[in-house]
Nanobody, 121 residues
Framework: QVQLVESGGGLAQAGGSLRLSCTVSGGTFTSYTMGWFRQAPGKEREFVAC????????YYSDSVKGRFTISRDNAKKTVYLQMNSLKPEDTAVYYC??????????????WGKGTLVTVSS
């Protein structure tokens, strides 16, 4: 059974940076498209970014394009989300997600428990 564990959340100031990590256990990591979603207080979960199994293709939401970068290390079974130029509106619980489709925009079959990112102004 595939399990996803996120880390790296925390508090950052506006304009600052954070890097999230998601480590995968179980399953075949290279079979999965990996993605990040987020859910802000009082809002629905939304797509942030995804990356194909080999890492050659990435896709971002318009709200983070140019500021966030998704990457993966298949040897470490880990996917990363580098978040730069953070804004208060980036405050949310960030969820790692995995599925065997690309792009991973509408949802996923496997989810992590989430990590909280808070950006202060």
């Amino acid at each position: 059974q595939v399990q996803l564990v996120e880390s790296g959340g925390g508090l950052a100031q506006a304009g600052g940076s954070l890097r999230l990590s998601c480590t995968v256990s179980g399953g075949t990591f290279t079979s999965y498209t990996m993605g990040w979603f987020r859910q802000a207080p009082g809002k629905e979960r939304e797509f942030v970014a995804c990356i194909s199994w080999a890492g050659g293709n990435t896709y971002y939401s318009d709200s983070v394009k140019g500021r966030f970068t998704i990457s993966r290390d298949n040897a470490k079974k880990t996917v990363y989300l580098q978040m730069n130029s953070l804004k208060p509106e980036d405050t949310a619980v960030y969820y790692c997600a995995a599925d065997q489709i690309y792009p991973l925009i509408l949802g996923a079959s496997v989810w992590g428990k989430g990590t909280l990112v808070t950006v202060s102004s």
